[in-house]
Every structure is written in structure tokens, then in C-alpha cells.
């Protein structure tokens, strides 16, 4: 166990703890509302993401990663994706206000007792297990570049967890190759090509698809001799 290991498992024990406070149908509420926001933010993502790559600056990554632009495409993925998280809270928040179910549901909690407290400490750290998830998610992110060598935790929760794993599983199988790639270009030089294998990597696990990166193209965001064979190469399989 890891310096890592701990901090998760200082957020779940948090978690429980504002669970056992709030009560089961208060914590129950939260947490279907925040599976809901992170399935929605998922599958949105692409159309803010798209936006962002194509119009706003590409940034210079340095170290192991040096010249390999494509990888924006992920950066921007995920700051999108975090984008959309943060907005559908606050539509989650705004909707539960609006509507008294809150109220609703702490008059239902409080007739319960001790039974809902210990139910709600369950679904208080299942709710802060998608935080959790979420975070590593993000943090795996190649253009992090992150070590998580050593974690017990992160592993099983990003491939184990059930409905959320199911749900970014291309990403983490991307995750995975890209990290073996990045190995074999650390004693060579060829910037060019280790850009085309990243960018094969994003169309074969649709982080991207073919119209976007022509547009990035045309934008003269992506520069590669070559990617003319890549993006070939999906054409012929979306006909």
C-alpha cells in the first residue's frame, strides 16, 4: 500500500462518514445523481472536446512525451470531460432544490434512525468511489504521465469497478498501449511516427475520429508526414 492507497482510502472513509450523517434516501438520491452525472459528462464530452481541440491552442508537452502533439486530443478529452462533470453537479444541485425532493428524503431518513445512518454510509462511499474513480481516470490521462507503479488500488478500481469500468473501457485499453509505446520510444528519437501510433491508438479506440482530426488538419494543429495512411486506414473501415 502506497501513499496513493491511503488518500483513497481517506476519501471513501470520508465518504462513509457524510453518508452515515445525511441518511440512507439523502445518500441514496446523491449517489444514483452522481453515477447519472459521470455516465451523461462520458458520453457528452466529445462535442465540447471537439471544440476545444480544434480552437484552442495545442500545448508543448516536454520530458518522454517531447513533440508528441496528438496527445492534446486527450488533454482536451478530459478537461472536457471535467467540464461537463462540474456542470451537470450543479444542475443535479439546482434540481434537487427546485424540487424539494431533499427535503423529502431527509423526513423519510430521520424516521429510520440508526438503520438508514449505517445504509447511508454504505452509498456515502459508493458515491465518493466514483470521485475516486473519476480522479484516476483523469489522472491516467497520457498526457499526465503519471507512475501509478506500486498502488494496490488503482489498478483493480479503474478495471473492476462495475457500470464504470464497462463504460471508459476502450479509454483504459488505450491507456495500456500508449503506456507500452511510450516505453519503446524512449531510446528513439522519431518524434513523427510516435505521434502517427498515438493518433492510431485514438481512432482505433474512437477517443477521435476520422472528420476530427482532418479538421485539426486544415487547422494546421497536427503537422505529421504520413497521416494520410492512418486516417486511410479508418476510412475504410467506417464504410
Do not use: C, R
Not at 520530458?63 to 478537461?79: F, P, S
Not at 497520457?142 to 494496490?152: E, Q, R
Not at 516505453?183 to 501510433?197: G, M, S
Not at 497521416?227 to 464504410?239: D, H, I, Q, R, S
Amino acid at each position: 500500500m502506497n501513499f496513493i492507497d491511503i488518500i483513497i482510502l481517506i476519501i471513501l472513509a470520508f465518504g462513509a462518514l457524510l453518508g452515515w450523517k445525511h441518511g440512507f434516501f439523502s445518500q441514496l438520491v446523491s449517489f444514483v445523481g452522481v453515477l447519472l452525472i459521470f455516465v451523461l459528462a462520458f458520453f457528452l464530452k466529445g462535442y465540447v472536446s471537439q471544440f476545444f481541440y480544434q480552437y484552442l491552442p495545442f500545448f508543448e508537452f516536454g520530458g518522454a512525451l517531447k513533440g508528441v502533439t496528438v496527445l492534446n486530443i486527450a488533454l482536451y478529452e478530459m478537461i472536457a470531460f471535467l467540464i461537463m462533470v462540474s456542470i451537470l453537479v450543479v444542475v443535479f444541485k439546482v434540481v434537487l432544490f427546485a424540487t424539494d425532493v431533499l427535503e423529502t428524503v431527509l423526513k423519510l431518513t430521520i424516521i429510520l434512525g440508526i438503520p438508514s445512518k449505517i445504509l447511508g454510509a454504505i452509498f456515502g462511499a459508493l458515491e465518493y468511489l466514483v470521485f475516486v474513480f473519476i480522479g484516476l481516470f483523469i489522472l491516467s490521462t497520457p498526457a499526465f504521465n503519471l507512475d501509478f507503479t506500486g498502488s494496490k488500488f488503482y489498478g483493480a478500481l479503474l478495471k473492476h469497478t462495475p457500470v464504470l469500468s464497462n463504460i471508459v473501457s476502450d479509454n483504459l485499453k488505450m491507456f495500456e498501449e500508449f503506456a507500452s509505446l511510450k516505453d519503446k520510444y524512449e531510446e528513439e528519437t522519431d518524434a513523427n511516427q510516435f505521434n502517427l501510433e498515438t493518433l492510431d491508438l485514438f481512432l482505433k479506440y474512437h477517443i477521435t475520429d476520422v472528420n476530427s482530426v482532418e479538421t485539426l488538419i486544415e487547422h494546421d494543429k497536427l503537422k505529421l508526414d504520413g497521416v494520410e495512411a492512418v486516417l486511410e486506414k479508418y476510412k475504410k473501415e467506417e464504410k
